[in-house]
């Protein structure tokens, strides 16, 4: 009995260090399904976020011309990353519009005069309510939304270089 209590830690760190090495071989799938996709905005009406761009409405994204709905934060160190090539998307005609999640209008304003303001209406969202409500659980988070405020595509994380193309290609199919 002594000899069986000595060999059952080792047998349960070997079956874990089995599991770990199993799972480690398994392929990485980065794509997360969306509920949302396919479906409308929920309607909502943010106020605006600072003093220069308008507010941001589901009126706003019904104007028949698709758009980017990006979700993003001032304290968010990823949006700092993805800014560049917000620019680039904005510089290349894409309309982009922001919502500002629980951030201050101070702290939004100078994170624009730092990283460029690529957004034609800013919305404050301070309980992230219309965030949860269109299926996104972290920022920053980017969807397509067609001209009738229907999602067609969501990005999560940061909008990389290599992820342009594929967002000019998923908006050109959204306004289809």
Known sequence: MKGLRMWVPLLLFAGFCGLAAYQL??????FIESTMIGEPVPDFNLRPAIETRPGVALADLKDGRPKLLNIWASWCV??????PQLEALQRQGVPIV???IRDKPEDVARFLANYGNPYTRIGADDLSEVQLSIGSSGVPETFV?????VITYQHIGDIRAEHVPLLLQ???EAGA
Do not use: M, S, Y
């Open 25 to 30: 071989t398994q392929p990485k799938d980065e």
């Open 170 to 172: 998923e908006l050109a």
């Open 78 to 83: 990823p949006c700092i990353a993805e800014a």
């Open 145 to 149: 939304v067609n001209g009738d405020g």
């Open 98 to 100: 922001g919502i500002a």
